[in-house]
C-alpha cells in the first residue's frame, strides 16, 4: 500500500504573518511534507470565523489525508478552538504542535484588554487570550480526542534577576508568555504529550529550523 504525503497546517500567532513560519516550513518540505498555512487579521475576523477556515482548509484536503497542525502562539489556540469545540473536523490531524501557545489566560492580554490600540488591534481574538472564561472553555485535544500533541516553550524572555517585576514576577518566559501559561495537567500526560523547552524568545519560535527538525522527529512515527 502506497505511503500517503503528510501535509502541515501553520496558523501563525496575532499581529505575525505565515511569512513568520517559512524557516520552520521549508525544514518540513525538503523532508518531503506537503507544506500550507492559514492567514487571518484578527483586527477583522471573529475567533469563530478563523476557525471555520481553518475547518475548510482541513477539509479541501482529502477525507483521509493525513496532516498536523502548527499552531504559534493565538494559532494553537485557534486549533484547539477549533478540534474541541462543537463541529470539530471528520479527518483528525495526526498530531498537534503549540509554539508558546497559551492554554491559559494570558496575563500580558488582560492587562493589554482595557486599552483601545489593543482592542483596535487584536479584536475578538485578544478578548480571548486574556479571558479566563473564554480560555477555559478550550479543550484539551488529547482528552477528548486522543490527539498527540507537542508543546514547545520558549525560554528566552524578559529577565527580572530575581525580581518579583511585572508582568512575569521572576517566572520563566518567553517575553510574552509565562511558563504557567503555556503548561497545563493535560500536557503532561506522558501517553500522548510531550512539553520541549527550548532557548529561544516567542517570535522567533516559527522561524526556527530545529523546531522544525524536532517536529519530524517526532513525525518519524507516521511513516
Given at each position: ?29 525538503r523532508?518531503g ?22 475547518a475548510?482548509?482541513i ?28 463541529n ?18 494570558s ?35 488529547s ?81
Open positions: 500500500m502506497e505511503t500517503q504525503t503528510m501535509h502541515a497546517i501553520f496558523i501563525h500567532g496575532l499581529g505575525r504573518t505565515p511569512l513568520s513560519g517559512l524557516p520552520l516550513l521549508m525544514t518540513l518540505r523532508a511534507i506537503r507544506c500550507h498555512v492559514l492567514g487571518y487579521l484578527a483586527a477583522t475576523e471573529s475567533v469563530e470565523s478563523i476557525a471555520n477556515r481553518l475548510a482548509k477539509n479541501a484536503l482529502g477525507p483521509n489525508a493525513p496532516y498536523v497542525l502548527i499552531g504559534h502562539s493565538l494559532g494553537g489556540v485557534i486549533s484547539r478552538y477549533l478540534l474541541t469545540g462543537p470539530p473536523p471528520v479527518n483528525l490531524p495526526k498530531m498537534l504542535f503549540l509554539l508558546g501557545s497559551p492554554v491559559n489566560p496575563r500580558l492580554a488582560a492587562r493589554l484588554q482595557p486599552r483601545l490600540l489593543f482592542r483596535l488591534f487584536s479584536g475578538d481574538a485578544g478578548q480571548l487570550l486574556g479571558s479566563k472564561e473564554r480560555m477555559a472553555a478550550i479543550g484539551a485535544p482528552e477528548q480526542l486522543n490527539i498527540p500533541c507537542c508543546a514547545f516553550i520558549g525560554t528566552r524572555g524578559i529577565s527580572t534577576a530575581g525580581r518579583t517585576l511585572p508582568p512575569f514576577y521572576g517566572e520563566s518566559n518567553d517575553g510574552v508568555v509565562a511558563l504557567s501559561e503555556v503548561t497545563a495537567p493535560w500536557l503532561m500526560d506522558e501517553a500522548l504529550c510531550e512539553q520541549v523547552e527550548i532557548a529561544l524568545p516567542h517570535t522567533l519560535l516559527p522561524s526556527s529550523s530545529a523546531i522544525g527538525k524536532a517536529i519530524l522527529m517526532r513525525l518519524e512515527r507516521f511513516n
